[in-house]
């Protein structure tokens, strides 16, 4: 069963920042404690990826950890856009209860993070990289409003440069203007000085200056977003690839929803100018995870980390003809999810029931042993990845849009209930390339009626204002003839 409904405390919650951490709460000694490492990409397509089928980019660590970990095969983003999906990620709370509905918007004050419960555990606990939680701040380096990050020195708050450096006043973003301010520019960045390259590399003082305690870090990869540019020699290491033009890129009318229409910028000519640069910044963040994996090596701590690899959403990548995100797609809201820890989840564990990234919060509490004290709205799917069933699991996932949509997802079936447009129904076993709206066949009512259901008892459970959205109530009152 999904958790009774959980109200938001609006009281004081105390989020520990600098200072001693609460010893009381730790579940023993520093060794039998995982650690836990968290490589977090943005707008990352996971088909991409070798373990998700992708042939074109080598992506040989990142397979590693699923091939000796587990791979979660229907992993959807709560919001398919950047603010809204990380704070769901990081409060294991739906987006209307963070406040961050959509992007730039700060995070609530009150909100405890499972970096918070870490640190409140014992752990000590870092960030560095796009952090998105602050409001519009760019880059906005360290907030200081540290949501139990305690070292957050290489947090920056937006944007998606390109060459980083340290200075004597602090971490600034090296590609600079005539003015002085900071550019997207390449800027001649090195393997050095690259962002993904420089964040992996404070990704790794962090394990070794704590490698003797329990720690937390989360490195937060600004890639593959746009700008599509990326340091040599990834920039030209798939310049003479075949770009593949996707099957659904060119639609017929009755085939585009309202919420889906097509770009008029994205073309077969824009596709095979962009995506050699996308492959190579995805080749990048593959080969740094495996810094990562060797730098636990050398401290005798890969068996005893948990490592996870994600996204804070997708990128359709030419598919509907569009670029980005935003919509609820599969290549847009469902993203990518890996995670190793042999000492609990089984090499090559395949979890294909469907969460989102409001599990994530209690899910990586309970496999390190950490008590939640704190609300939320995900479930606990840690059995799911030590290959044990969930008796009585309701295997349905909610998601939503900042322009108002809802969309229920289980089994095969996605039901989309929006603003903008009447219902559309996806069946994804037969029609995986999303192109067919089945809401109004009859042999299809059942589903629709049930996922309609499950809408609706969402949007009561959790106050979700857009069931009071005009058209999407209208839409729900229809199906379940009201």
Known sequence: MRPKSLSILVGSIAVLALGAADLSQAKG??????????????????????????????????????????????????????????????SGLYPHHTRVTTNDIPLDDHIVTFAAELARAGYATGYAGKWHLDGPGKPQWAPKRKFGFQDNRYMFNRGHWKKMEDT????????????????????????????????????????????????????????????????????????????????NMHKKPEQIPNWGRPEERVTEATLRRIMPAYYGMVKCIDDNVGRILKELRKHNLLEKTIIVFTADHGDLCGEHGRLNKGVPYEKSARIPFVIYYPPKIPAGTVVDKVLTCVDFKPTILSLMGVKETSPSHGRDASALFEGKPIPGWHDVAIIRGTNPWLCAISGDYKLVVSAVDRPWLFDLVKDPLELENQADKPEYREVVVKLAREIVAYGKKYDDPYLANENIKASLDSILGK
């Not at 088909?47 to 699923?66: E, F, M, Q, R, S």
Request: include cysteine; glycine fraction near 6%.
């Open 168 to 247: 004597p006043a602090g971490p600034r973003v090296a590609a600079r203007n005539a003015k002085g301010q900071p550019t997207y520019s390449l800027d001649g960045a090195d393997a050095s000085s690259y962002t993904t390259d420089w964040l992996t590399t404070k990704t790794l003082d962090f394990i070794a200056e704590h490698a003797s305690e329990p720690f937390c870090f989360m490195v937060s990869i600004p890639d593959p977003h746009d700008p599509n540019t990326v340091r040599p020699p990834y920039d030209t290491m798939y310049a003479n690839v075949e770009v593949p033009i996707p099957a």
């Open 29 to 90: 000694p520093a060794t039998e404690r995982p650690n836990l490492v968290i490589i977090h990409a943005d707008e990352l397509n996971l088909d991409v990826l070798g373990c998700y089928g992708g042939k074109i980019v080598g992506t040989p660590n990142i397979d590693w950890l699923a091939e000796h970990g587990a791979k979660c095969t229907r992993f959807y983003a709560t919001t398919p856009v950047c603010s809204p999906s990380r704070a769901a990620f990081v």
